[in-house]
């Protein structure tokens, strides 16, 4: 009788529990949230950790009523930090909002940043692209020629990518915009 009890109880805290996670058990996270021993499943939702600490309450019912004393004691540890683990993690859901709003945040400010830094490259490049086209239009010996035919080729190729890499930053920036007004 006093074993029912304690299950009983158990069993509240878990729909309690339940309850809690409701609201964002079908949420995915970026990665899964627990420690891979805790909890069998890959899951990155709290519903699919629910549902697991559920069944390991059947299966504690079950050795109970076998009386498997050692089985009884591992499912009891288990289910303990199960809930524990998925309580900590209802409770920290604003705290992730925010992060993740955060980390949003800094991703923008880096692409705008990198903009930058390769719209500054591209008009370096293209300087030295100049200089070398005038350097290459005052020269007359054929070997200096081509060999400053061989560096303005190699600065073309980098001029090129450079312009190449400012259309996917630009893109890049574009899609995240939109996503923010969607």
Excluded: W
């Excluded at 705008?112 to 010996?141: I, P």
Aim: glycine residues 2%.
């Amino acid at each position: 009788m006093k074993i029912q009890a304690l299950l009983d109880a158990l069993k509240k805290q878990i729909d309690e529990l339940e309850t809690r996670v409701a609201p964002i058990k079908d949420n995915e996270f970026s990665h899964s949230r627990f420690d891979m021993q805790l909890f069998s499943h890959k899951s990155t939702r709290l519903g699919d950790c629910q549902k697991e600490l559920n069944n390991l309450y059947q299966q504690l019912c079950n050795s109970v009523t076998l009386n498997h004393t050692e089985q009884v004691n591992f499912l009891t540890e288990k289910i303990v930090h199960q809930m524990q683990a998925i309580s900590r993690e209802i409770s920290t859901q604003s705290l992730r909002e925010k992060e993740s709003s955060f980390t949003k945040k800094k991703e923008q400010v880096d692409l705008y940043e990198r903009l930058s830094q390769h719209q500054d490259y591209e008009r370096r490049l293209q300087a030295m692209v100049s200089e070398k086209e005038l350097q290459l239009s005052g020269l007359t010996d054929h070997r200096l020629q081509h060999q400053c035919q061989k560096e303005l080729a190699t600065l073309a190729g980098r001029l090129y990518r450079c312009r190449q890499a400012l259309l996917r930053i630009e893109k890049a920036i574009e899609h995240q915009e939109n996503q923010y007004f969607e």
